[in-house]
């Protein structure tokens, strides 16, 4: 059973870069979310997919932000003019349909802004 | 709306000594909650969850918690903590079909020797 993977695990860019982040969810997961965690802080929501559609968005997710899922497998998550506000950790997780199915993490991607 | 409230963002127990981690939560709708642990660098692993079921969950690693409905309280409970149970443990709810978790700002649980 292989879990959740994310690609790269550390980015370090400079700010104004454009960054994209990879997220695989555990195969037969059609749920897949993202969640933005910064130092001392418990993760917060970005955005959640079904299969290939985008269903929420959270106001967290500023228009430099863009996220998706083409085929309802891997999906990306793009940040766009980086700021330092960006550096924290990405995590992305997934789930299979279900109220009660809990969501799965990956170990994240952590962005550092220079 | 659904929020977290976990009570002490940091908790010393001796090895051996009883581990409780605090979670208060609100939700508008029947909650289903969570307690995640995170070790440093990585990301979030699921320990139990509470889906209106039996009201004490057990988990891995010899976690267990018990859900109150008239405390709003989800309190993470070990009998006798280990020195590879010191980690950051976060709480979480979730409301109905509502899909994103909620979390609290987590509790470093740290175990001395």
């Known amino acids: 059973d292989t879990g959740v993977s994310q690609d790269p695990r550390h980015k370090i860019t400079k700010r104004g870069q454009n960054v994209t982040f990879r997220c695989d969810p555990i195969s037969e997961h059609n749920r897949l979310y993202w969640y933005r965690q910064t130092l001392g802080q418990g993760p917060e929501f970005l955005t959640y997919f079904q299969n290939e559609a985008q269903l929420e968005k959270s106001r967290l997710l500023s228009d430099r932000f863009s996220a998706e899922r083409p085929k309802g497998s891997f999906s990306t998550l793009e940040i766009q003019r980086t700021e330092q506000g960006d550096s924290a950790m990405y995590l992305c997780a997934s789930s299979s349909t279900g109220e009660e199915e809990p969501q799965h993490f990956g170990d994240g991607t952590r962005l550092s802004i220079l | 709306a659904q929020s977290v409230t976990q009570l002490g963002s940091h908790v010393s127990v001796s090895e051996g000594a009883l581990v409780l981690l605090r979670c208060n939560y609100s939700s508008s709708v029947p909650p289903y909650l969570f307690w995640y642990v995170q070790y440093p660098n990585q990301g979030l692993q699921l320990l139990l969850k509470?889906?209106?079921?039996?009201?004490l969950v057990k988990g891995i690693n010899g976690f267990e918690a018990e859900f109150k409905k008239s405390e709003t309280s989800f309190h993470l409970t070990k009998p006798s903590a280990h020195m590879s149970d010191a980690a950051e443990y976060f709480c979480?709810?979730?409301?109905?079909?509502?899909?994103?978790?909620?979390f609290g700002k987590g509790t470093l649980l740290t175990v001395n020797p």
């Open positions: 979480a709810v979730r409301g109905g079909s509502n899909y994103k978790l909620t």
């Open positions: 509470y889906t209106s079921a039996a009201t």
